[in-house]
């Protein structure tokens, strides 16, 4: 019997987990992740600015796995023996035959320990209702966002939405270190967005660094203050610790460069955000359809393995993206065609329901966003 192990229960790896299930080898899957809930993680933002109850977000994985063919264990992977075959969790060490590795990424603190210390993230569900929960009983002063990618301006137009909505008035303030916000996007999409945020009365300081961060001030590059700020930390992401260790080729995000099969060492395949896949010269994004497709082919791939067949490659094909802004001036491209507005945000919401993982998340949700 083979032993098949898949590190990361999100999009890629529950994908892979039910193929692999499906697939008929001899073979023993175990799925390790440290958190016991899969989170759907492209809606969080929605839970702080609508009506979007978080635990329709989230998916019970003893649940989905039930009594099937794959093996789940809430643990947190912190090494991984490439030469050996072995995958480490706690004090154990754990062989296999396969191993596919779709983590994720994590917030990226950059060893600003003060960062880490006095700011909110939004990774997990966990995270939203940490953030509603300090909302509903603090009245900041105001709020600073560090980050102005995607996140981000999902995170400020629903904060502005909220603010809206309870009638208080909280200055948004969005850092970006580089030049320009969405900077690697088109020139249309990025000027729309701006001129979104200014209507919303939400702050860009492109170019600008945080400086220092204390319980109540927030110091910036250009000596600027920010008093009795909350600070939302979206400034970019890592992989895991455990692959930031290895001595193999990564990206700047420690997204490990894997090829056409999607493999990268001796039976160990890579999928979702933890893999970089370069087509045409250029890394593809970190992107749900492509964690899933990812999955799937790594599944196969190792089936195919298996059965002593030739391996499958990679072809990703890129339906678009959308930069969801909560008061429906949404933007992005879909199918090769440029979408703005209500149509866009539509869009969004109707392929997140599309990808909810139960019937009831999917009624949940739907729920949410009908109630506002």
Known sequence: MKKIIIIGAGFAGLTAASKLSRAEVNARITIFDRKKQFNFLPLLPDCIGRKIDPQFLAVDLDKFFGSGKVEFVPQEVTGLDLTAHQVIAGLARYSYDYLLVASGTEPNFYTNAQARQHS???????????????????????????????????????????????????????????????????????????????????EVLAGTTIEKITPDKIQIAQGREFERAMLVWVAGVKTADFIQGLEIAKNPQGRVMVNDYLAAGENCFWAGDAAWFVERGSGLRMAVQFALTQGALAAQNIVQSIKGLPLKKYRPRDLGYIIPMANNFSCGRVLGLNVSGPAATFLHFMMCIYRSLSWRNKAGILRGLIRG
Not at 175 to 202: F, H, S
């Open 120 to 202: 909110f993230t939004l990774n997990s569900v966990a995270d939203a209702e940490k953030i509603n929960c300090y909302l509903k009983e603090n009245n900041p002063g105001q709020v600073v966002i560090c980050g102005g990618g995607y996140t981000g301006i999902e995170v400020a137009t629903n904060l502005a939405r909220r603010f809206r909505k309870s009638g208080s008035f909280v200055k948004i303030t969005l850092l970006e270190r580089l030049p320009a916000i969405l900077g690697a996007l088109p020139a249309w999409m990025r000027e729309y967005t701006v001129k979104n945020l200014d209507r919303l009365g939400i």
